[in-house]
């Protein structure tokens, strides 16, 4: 069965820093798909980010990239520039493809501090 | 442009009584449809999903049940609530399986 594991359950940074979010997975498909998605205090799920596991290139969206190393099956997040607009969960997915079944990992809650 | 409404927004229930959640998707045409529950804390689970009117897939036994009576509108149901069934639920919607998923802004459920 495929997990996701985020090892981090809060993390914080101070403004306009950098800031790395962890999330390891398990899977033995070798075609695949990972997301990043933020739940701010509203409770509304956003999409941060999305890879797909075919492309070698880490996506990259304004001021949010992934590392993903397909290997050692890590997907990380990191935020430049960090502002208090970022403070919120933050939710590593994966999804098989052709399958609907979309898993998430427990969530790392992001503190911004000013 | 695409939206999806979800309500109500928070809804407390006595255990043993029904339950009836809505959500409607706007701006496109049969897309995938999925039901999840996030406990305080946790990250989500998967609990129904639909790619069709009609059609329902289960991931977890329990004792909710989903239906799809139009293309754009998704139900989640109970016919008595457990204490269990407490939590903040989410509808959301993709084009395409594996597509981002857009969320609604959720449910609270607290049952008493």
């Known amino acids: 069965a495929q997990t996701v594991t985020q090892s981090q359950p809060e993390m914080s940074v101070q403004e306009a820093e950098t800031v790395t979010l962890s999330c390891t997975y398990d899977?033995?498909?070798?075609?695949?798909?990972l997301f990043w998605y933020k739940q701010p205090p509203s409770r509304q799920m956003i999409l941060v980010i999305r890879?797909?596991?075919?492309?070698?290139q880490n996506a990259t969206e304004n001021r949010f990239s992934v590392n993903f190393q397909k290997a050692a099956k890590s997907f990380s997040l990191k935020i430049s520039d960090s502002q208090l607009g970022d403070a919120a969960m933050y939710f590593c997915?994966?999804?098989?493809?052709?399958?609907?079944?979309?898993?998430f990992g427990a969530g790392t809650r992001l503190t911004v501090k000013p | 442009s695409q939206t999806i409404h979800q309500w109500p927004a928070t809804l407390v229930q006595p255990v043993g009584s029904p339950l009836s959640l809505e959500c409607t998707v706007e701006?496109?045409?049969?897309?995938?449809l999925y039901w999840y529950r996030q406990a305080a804390g946790r990250g989500l689970q998967l609990l129904f999903y639909?790619?069709?009117?009609?059609?329902i897939s289960s991931e977890v036994p329990q004792n909710l049940s989903a239906s799809r009576p139009q293309d754009r509108q998704f139900i989640l149901s109970s016919k008595k609530l457990l204490l269990s069934d407490s939590g903040f639920y989410l509808c959301?919607?993709?084009?395409?399986?594996?597509?981002?998923?857009?969320f609604g802004d959720g449910t609270r459920l607290s049952i008493l």
């Open positions: 899977t033995s498909e070798s075609d695949y798909y």
């Open positions: 639909s790619v069709g009117i009609g059609q």
């Open positions: 997915a994966y999804g098989r493809v052709n399958n609907n079944d979309m898993r």
């Open positions: 959301a919607w993709s084009v395409l399986r594996n597509q981002p998923q857009h």
């Open positions: 701006g496109t045409s049969n897309p995938n």
């Open positions: 890879q797909e596991a075919y492309k070698q």
